[in-house]
């Protein structure tokens, strides 16, 4: 790749920096999806108390995705940036079975385990590729753009789950 032809800046790269805030839209539904329904779930499901129900599929989800979040660069350098978040997807493709055959709260722990690969590998993916299109120069933009999105989807699915479940 010719350094002169490439120009930084979201406007520049307005295309490939939407898609990046989409796939992070999608990053972030999966975790607000999964938080507001799961104490109900569990409690109704297999008779864990809703406290403890979430304490543990979030810690096992934070753990992992920490442990994750900090190999992600290194990895991004190694495989690539596109290559990772394709690694990241594809963790996620056995959760949604593992939460719908589950025949106790282990499979529901190991499947947050892969959800915590997948969100430490995608999002973190996102966010170099979003400071990549930008430059140095506009990175804290950048990240608070990627922040924004992924946190307001993970409020508005996690509203719209809560409100569809208890209707």
Do not use: H
């Not at 109704?44 to 190999?71: M, Q």
């Not at 722990?109 to 999002?123: E, P, S």
């Not at 990175?139 to 922040?147: I, K, S, W």
């Amino acid at each position: 790749m010719q350094q002169e032809n490439l120009k930084f800046g979201i406007r520049e790269n307005w295309q490939q920096f939407s898609l990046l805030l989409l796939v992070n839209a999608f990053v972030g539904g999966m975790i607000g999806l999964e938080r507001s329904i799961f104490p109900r779930f569990a409690e109704e499901t297999f008779g864990i108390s809703s406290k403890t129900a979430i304490l543990s599929f979030i810690i096992a989800f934070g753990v992992t995705k920490a442990i994750t979040n900090y190999f992600a660069g290194k990895f991004a350098n190694s495989i690539g940036r596109k290559n990772l978040l394709v690694i990241g997807w594809l963790f996620a493709i056995p959760v949604p079975i593992l939460f719908i055959y589950a025949p106790n709260w282990n499979w529901i722990l190991f499947a947050n385990v892969l959800l915590g690969i997948n969100q430490g590998l995608t999002w973190s993916s996102t966010v170099v590729m979003k400071i990549d299109l930008v430059g140095e120069k506009n990175r804290g933009f950048a990240m608070g753009l990627n922040e924004f999105t992924g946190y307001l989807v993970v409020g508005l699915i996690a509203f719209l789950a809560a409100f569809i479940a208890n209707n």
